[in-house]
């Protein structure tokens, strides 16, 4: 069977599975108190929602997993580190976990796939060539064996994967949405460079998540919680490692960043703001780009058909850069392509300035609006909310 069919199909089926499968792990969320009660602080849901949805994202993974990949040694790793990490949401889903365990039992669960050779032994930078971390030593064990730079960095980009995404999952579809759009989009690029298990993995994640979708879109009936979205992140940054960046094809490295832009960004200035005023970066807070539009106005349905099209004009980007053939292999251009590939570019740069300009990450100005209650016309600060009138109103 085709392997893009074969992606298909699993696709399908984890996307069905979990559409079925949510119902089932809402009632055990409440039957072992696993609900998120809102926070005035920073939550933007008003109900107690059970959070245990991503445990039915990993059941539909497992079984189309079981089904469609390879029952390899590298399958049997990254099926055990997604059960480690789904462990590890759960428990934080339930006990609330400090962020040293978090971090401890993300690695050790990312650990698993990498010993087994989900690892960058080697990758092609432009104007560099080929670099190989994977013959850097940075270890001696007894026996002979060696903690070698490539595995290193491998488990550091997947666990800062896994924190990626559940930071972004603070309004309803957000996370999901994302993940789904990027899984198919991975999906794609892994089929193209012959990483089929990579391609048939992301694309059951992509369903997957897709399925949960329908119960997380606002007003969500339920939460992924943090089962879901270590998960979710711990499945996109394997696939990263398998689909692209274990492959010699120049572009290749700087795919799954482009794909996955928004999340990146997004976490990356909250950590920034958080080091700026010395603020614990693992401590929550209203600095998220969907905070900073609720802070402004947007409903949540408006926020996510804004970071839904930032994302797929930054996954449209990615597929031009994979497909568009711009370029040969000497570095000779096509006018043609190369225009067309100007293009894409030109969109996901005027998307990224545009989203920059309506979260005034920048400071450009504030907007101004009227205040509902008092008619003042006047300014919100989109990162804390508070209106600070100017002039009364006329």
Not at 294 to 322: D, E, H
Request: glycine content about 10%; overall charge negative.
């Amino acid at each position: 069977m085709p392997a893009g069919v074969e992606a298909l199909l699993a696709f399908l089926l984890a996307g069905v599975l979990a559409l079925l499968l949510v119902p089932v792990t809402d009632r055990v969320a409440r039957r072992i108190g696993a609900i998120d009660v809102p926070d005035d602080q920073r939550s933007l849901h008003a109900a107690p929602t059970p959070r245990l949805g991503g445990l039915a994202i990993f059941l539909s993974v497992l079984a189309a997993a079981l089904i469609w990949l390879p029952w390899d040694a590298e399958t049997r790793a990254i099926l055990a580190g997604a059960a480690l990490i789904t462990t590890v949401g759960m428990l934080d889903d339930v006990y609330e976990l400090n962020a040293a365990a978090k971090l401890l039992g993300q690695t050790v669960a990312v650990i698993v796939p990498v010993s087994a050779g989900v690892t960058v032994d080697s990758f092609t930078v432009p104007f560099l060539g080929q670099l190989n971390p994977g013959s850097v030593d940075l270890l001696s064990l007894p026996g002979g064996g060696a903690i070698d730079l490539g595995d290193v960095g491998t488990t550091i980009g997947i666990v800062a994967m896994i924190n990626v995404i559940n930071l972004i999952d603070g309004v309803d579809g957000l996370a999901a949405g994302v993940c789904a759009i990027s899984g198919v989009t991975l999906a794609v690029i892994a089929l193209s460079l012959d990483r089929n298990a990579a391609g048939v993995l992301a694309a059951l994640t992509a369903g997957a998540s897709l399925g949960f979708l329908r119960h997380g879109f606002p007003p969500a009936s339920t939460f992924m919680g943090d089962t879901g979205s270590n998960l979710l992140g711990y499945l996109l940054g394997v696939v990263a490692v398998q689909g692209a960046l274990k492959t010699n094809a120049v572009i290749a490295l700087f795919l799954p960043l482009i794909v996955l832009t928004v999340p990146i960004l997004d976490t990356g200035f909250v950590v920034a703001k958080r080091l700026k005023y010395g603020r614990p970066v693992y401590k929550a807070d209203r600095w998220h780009f969907h905070h900073r539009m609720a802070n402004i106005g947007f409903s949540q349905r408006r926020t996510l058909a804004y970071l839904y099209g930032w994302t797929f004009v930054m996954a449209a980007l990615a597929l031009a850069l994979r497909f568009v053939p711009y370029s040969d292999d000497h570095g000779h251009f096509d006018v043609l392509w190369t225009a067309v590939m100007a293009a894409f570019g030109l969109a996901a740069l005027a998307a990224s300035v545009y989203l920059v300009y309506v979260l005034e990450i920048l400071k450009l100005r504030r907007f101004g609006r009227v205040d509902p209650v008092t008619g003042e016309f006047g300014v919100v600060d989109p990162e804390t909310g508070e209106f600070e009138a100017i002039v009364p109103r006329q």
